[in-house]
């Protein structure tokens, strides 16, 4: 049931909106009204033509619906301004190519400097740029001898994409419940002076197991299902189908929560890795999770 409930802040709210809202805010209950609604605009694609997220108009929205009794939000939380910095140049990547190199890795971008320069690497040299995730999320450099080749990210997986959630073969309330076992590889990128044979599967298949230590440790859960997009306009796919990834068939073109049909975005195609062999009994509610450390089931 997803007729229009109204316009608030210029955007036409659904049930399935307000459903998609209130499972963001039970998901995670501890974020900040501006972190929530920086979620909600990524889940539910709210987001400016360059991309950056609508959160002053998300906040006016969530006031509006918390007022019409749909939605609770958290506490008001009194926040001091962070220090000013000066802005930083674009991270420019060394001239020496990087062709080989030894003791692949991956190291987690933490927050404050390092979080900093993986967003630099990724704004400067991916070609989608950097955008804000909220939510869990997991942000790595990929590493060697030689030092930094390129990143990878972790986020929230989409809302509801009609050929995955076929495949699965779960319910609007499964999905509901157990939507957060499956997670986004949200960003890939292998820097432009690295060159090294097989590097990008090397990397995904170490940022497979390495997802399944860091991620229980970081937020308390294992992932069952991991997902990708990738736009088959400028990609073949050819590193997630060499790594053993699942090509489900394409999105619809028209962002992650569009049920209106009216924003126009470039299809992608879908891709998914199961992180245990019962993975659809589990995200189906029939089978408890227990996780695994082999990727394998």
Not at 200 to 224: C, E, N, T
Request: proline content about 4%; aromatic content about 10%; some cysteine.
């Amino acid at each position: 049931m997803n007729e229009t409930l109204g316009v608030y802040s210029g955007r036409q709210l659904t049930h399935g909106d307000i459903e998609a809202i209130r499972w963001v805010r039970s998901t995670y209950p501890n974020l900040t009204r501006n972190e929530l609604a920086g979620t909600i605009c990524e889940i539910i694609d709210w987001v400016t033509p360059s991309g950056r997220a609508k959160i002053p108009q998300c906040l006016v929205c969530l006031s509006g619906l918390e007022a019409a009794g749909l939605i609770d939000l958290p506490e008001l939380r009194v926040q001091k301004l962070p220090p000013r910095r000066t802005a930083t140049s674009i991270i420019e990547v060394e001239r020496q190519e990087i062709t080989a190199c030894e003791g692949i890795g991956l190291s987690v971008a933490e927050p404050g400097d390092g979080h900093r320069k993986w967003r630099g690497y990724v704004d400067a040299y991916h070609p989608l740029g950097y955008r804000q995730t909220f939510g869990s999320r997991l942000s790595y450099f990929i590493t060697s001898n030689q030092g930094i080749l390129g990143c990878i990210q972790f986020s929230a997986s989409a809302w509801a994409l009609e050929s995955r959630d076929k495949w699965i073969g779960w319910t609007a309330e499964d999905r509901k419940q157990r939507l957060h076992l499956i997670i986004n590889n949200s960003r890939f990128l292998i820097l432009p002076n690295v060159h090294v044979k097989n590097l990008a599967s090397r990397a995904l298949s170490i940022a497979r197991r390495q997802i399944q230590l860091d991620w229980p440790d970081r937020f308390g859960y294992s992932p069952v299902l991991l997902e990708t997009f990738v736009d088959s306009s400028m990609y073949r796919g050819t590193i997630y189908k060499a790594s053993g990834w699942t090509l489900l068939g394409q999105s619809k073109g028209r962002g992650r929560m569009d049920r209106a049909h009216k924003n126009v975005a470039t299809a992608k195609d879908i891709y998914v890795y199961p992180m245990c062999k019962d993975f659809a009994e589990v995200l189906c509610g029939r089978k408890p999770w227990e996780a695994h450390t082999d990727g394998e089931g």
